[in-house]
């Protein structure tokens, strides 16, 4: 078995760096996915596109999957795609490669709408530009692990000796090394989901995109893979999109979380954001359980610095996380500067730290 992996910080938020290309790698506009007789007619009709799951059923026979969904995943970006079951959002993340067919709506990957690519353009996108990583990890029981993550490369025509070598590469990468000739059946759950990790990689895809693809592991293993995700975020840098039911699993991997509820979009933005201003109810009641203290960030509690502030305490940065200030400014005399880019933009003290813990409503 390996060893478990020591917990890994999440990754940066590449979206935000501002020597990044901001050019979306993937931009989705006005999706629709529609099941049933006549679906194209749905997202043309204001009447039905009005109504709810249940009056759209009984009205047209259709269930609308996906509704007129909207969203931008930048280079780098860590895109978390999150809701209940029956939310839409494994049929969403389809959709981005025409798993399933979208009934309405842009999907543009590089510029490129893919609802306008041909088969054979469709075919090369998914064996060069985007790799997908199941729940169900689909494995070959008759092929041993180098063989399994070299499956792809050996559809594309690469010989043998180079996808081999490229093979090991990525089973060194992804923590597997000594279990190269292993089956199947002989590696752990966890290890499975390793090497299906590692033939998306083996590929070297732009894009990586995974549906709740740790939900069927014990919670030990499951953790452990989600580190094992973000350590190979921060060494390959790949633009990742990622379903998950689970909000723990959201926050600890997403630079940004969308949120999905009968098919639409509840709200997007960082964790911190859905934390510390969420868009109505249905997310006030999601993130009601979140330790505060480790999501929100220092610009969500600091307040104005008053005239009877003295101002030579230490100073942070607005995107620290709550917790990792909390003994400074327990141990300051005076209260923590926030400062970005040598401008004051708040400041921090005992009582702002304390309402965060004790679970107080706030923001900035």
């Known amino acids: 078995m390996i060893p478990a992996q020591t917990e890994v910080s999440r990754p940066r938020d590449r979206s935000q760096d501002p020597d990044q290309d901001r050019t979306p790698v993937i931009s989705v506009r006005g999706l629709w996915k529609v099941f049933g007789p006549k679906a194209e007619k749905v997202p043309r009709s204001e009447e039905l596109c009005g109504l709810s799951r249940r009056e759209l059923m009984d009205r047209a026979g259709c269930t609308a999957a996906v509704r007129d969904v909207s969203f931008d995943v930048s280079p780098g970006e860590v895109f978390v795609v999150m809701g209940l079951s029956g939310s839409g959002k494994s049929t969403l993340v389809r959709c981005l490669t025409r798993l399933v067919e979208p009934t309405a709506g842009q999907v543009v990957f590089e510029g490129e709408d893919i609802r306008d690519a041909g088969p054979k353009r469709l075919r090369e996108l998914r064996r060069h530009k985007f790799s997908m990583v199941f729940q169900h990890f689909g494995l070959l029981p008759h092929r041993c692990v180098v063989d399994n993550v070299s499956y792809g490369?050996?559809?594309?025509?690469?010989?043998?000796?180079?996808?081999?070598?490229?093979?090991?590469?990525?089973?060194?990468?992804?923590?597997?090394?000594?279990?190269?000739?292993?089956?199947?059946?002989?590696?752990?759950?966890?290890?499975?989901?390793?090497?299906?990790?590692?033939?998306?990689?083996?590929?070297?895809?732009?894009?990586?995109?995974?549906?709740?693809?740790?939900?069927?592991?014990?919670?030990?293993?499951?953790r452990d893979m989600q580190n094992e995700v973000i350590r190979l975020h921060h060494e390959v840098g790949k633009t990742m999109v990622f379903v998950t039911h689970d909000l723990s699993e959201a926050l600890k991997l997403g630079d940004r979380i969308l949120i999905m509820r009968d098919g639409k979009t509840v709200q997007c933005g960082t964790g911190d954001e859905l934390v510390g201003a969420p868009a109505d109810d249905y997310v006030?009641?999601?993130?009601?359980?979140?330790?505060?203290?480790?999501?929100?960030?220092?610009?969500?509690?600091?307040?104005?610095?008053?005239?009877?502030?003295?101002?030579?305490?230490?100073?942070?940065?607005?995107?620290?996380?709550?917790?990792?200030?909390?003994?400074?400014?327990?141990?300051?005399?005076?209260?923590?500067?926030?400062?970005?880019?040598?401008?004051?933009?708040?400041?921090?003290?005992?009582?702002?730290?304390?309402?965060?813990?004790?679970?107080v409503e706030g923001g900035a």
């Open 153 to 222: 490369l050996e559809i594309r025509g690469m010989g043998r000796a180079e996808r081999t070598k490229r093979a090991l590469e990525v089973v060194e990468l992804v923590g597997l090394s000594g279990y190269e000739n292993s089956y199947p059946d002989q590696l752990s759950g966890g290890m499975q989901q390793r090497v299906g990790l590692a033939r998306a990689l083996a590929g070297d895809p732009d894009v990586l995109l995974f549906d709740e693809p740790f939900s069927a592991l014990d919670p030990m293993i499951r």
């Open 284 to 359: 006030r009641d999601f993130v009601k359980d979140v330790p505060r203290a480790d999501v929100l960030t220092l610009r969500w509690i600091m307040r104005p610095a008053g005239p009877d502030d003295d101002l030579d305490g230490p100073e942070f940065g607005p995107d620290v996380v709550v917790r990792d200030a909390t003994r400074a400014v327990f141990e300051a005399v005076k209260p923590v500067k926030v400062i970005d880019n040598g401008k004051l933009l708040g400041v921090v003290g005992d009582e702002e730290i304390l309402a965060v813990i004790a679970g």
